[in-house]
């Protein structure tokens, strides 16, 4: 598979299909921006009681830091195309990680135990037999539908253990 600076170049000059989920209207999303906000209306707090800088500054910038990483980097989504799959951040827009369709083997869909980092997850093995995981803490279960039609569509083999409802589908290549 060629690396992600190879295939870059395609990435803003084609047509894409986005399956994500707002973060504002998701539970997790508005879990974290409502978490953030209360540590800086903490801080700001601290700041008019005149507390000290560890108090009103270090230990809540820590503690919101800590928590927003650990949500952040699971807020995945999917951008598909003729040609890539590509997995973006709903958080940090810089990170890509690109899959040329031809070189996926497989897409795995899956449920991912609570006591994870995740609610839901895709694994994507390579035909040299690389697999990636990304989690989805975003995604509803019609978006997981909606993403395996689609894949099935472009005759991707796609392994349902979230068991998404059976229906026809119109192949997208012939």
Known sequence: MDEIETIKEGIDN??????KVS???????KFLW???GLILI???????????IVNAYIIPLILGVVFFMIYATRM?????????LVIKNNVFFTKNIAYKLKDIKEVVIEKIDNSKRAKYGVTIITND?????????LFKRKTFFDLKT?????????TDNMDLAAEEFVPLIK
């Not at 973060?23 to 999303?29: A, D, F, M, N, R």
């Not at 689609?150 to 796609?158: C, D, E, K, Q, S």
Request: charged content about 25%; proline content about 0%.
């Open 34 to 36: 409502l978490t953030e």
């Open 42 to 52: 903490i801080s700001i707090v601290e700041i008019i009681k005149g507390e000290g």
């Open 14 to 19: 084609t047509d894409f299909v986005d399956y």
């Open 150 to 158: 689609a894949l099935l569509g472009y005759r991707i083999n796609v």
């Open 76 to 84: 995945n989504y999917v951008r598909l195309s003729k040609e890539l």
């Open 129 to 137: 037999s690389k697999r990636n995981s990304y989690a989805f803490i």
């Open 23 to 29: 973060q504002l209207k998701s539970v997790v999303g």
